[in-house]
């Protein structure tokens, strides 16, 4: 049985910074998958976030690049996402995901930017 636990949500001022963790565990090695990060604020389709793929490649949505910054820890089976200069806007729902198509998703965890 795969999980996957994501932590380090909060709250937040506007230009602050948050990291949030992915604790992958099961018959899941992040190595060999792709894995990401997708958001769902209040009232808006989930979105992807960002991505890094088994080669090591990366990918983020317009709106976090210069801001977000994926990486992962394949000895530990984590997975971050570090999130600098946030915005009101970056506040959502953050979920871990594991597969392209995403095959499993984790519970999420609130990130809210506000003064």
């Known amino acids: 049985q795969v999980q996957l636990v994501e932590s380090g949500g909060g709250l937040v001022q506007p230009g602050g910074s948050l990291r949030l963790s992915c604790a992958a565990s099961g018959s899941i090695f992040i190595s060999h998958y792709t894995m990401g990060w997708y958001r769902q604020a209040p009232g808006k389709q989930r979105e992807l976030v960002a991505g890094?793929?088994?080669?090591?490649?990366?990918n983020y949505a317009d709106s976090v690049k210069g801001r977000f910054t994926i990486s992962r820890d394949n000895a530990k089976n984590i997975v971050y996402l570090q999130m600098n200069s946030l915005k009101p806007e970056d506040t959502a729902v953050y979920y871990c995901?594991?597969?392209?198509?995403?095959?499993?998703w984790g519970q999420g965890t609130q990130v809210t930017v506000s003064s």
């Open positions: 890094i793929y088994s080669s090591g490649n990366t």
């Open positions: 995901i594991g597969g392209d198509p995403p095959r499993y």
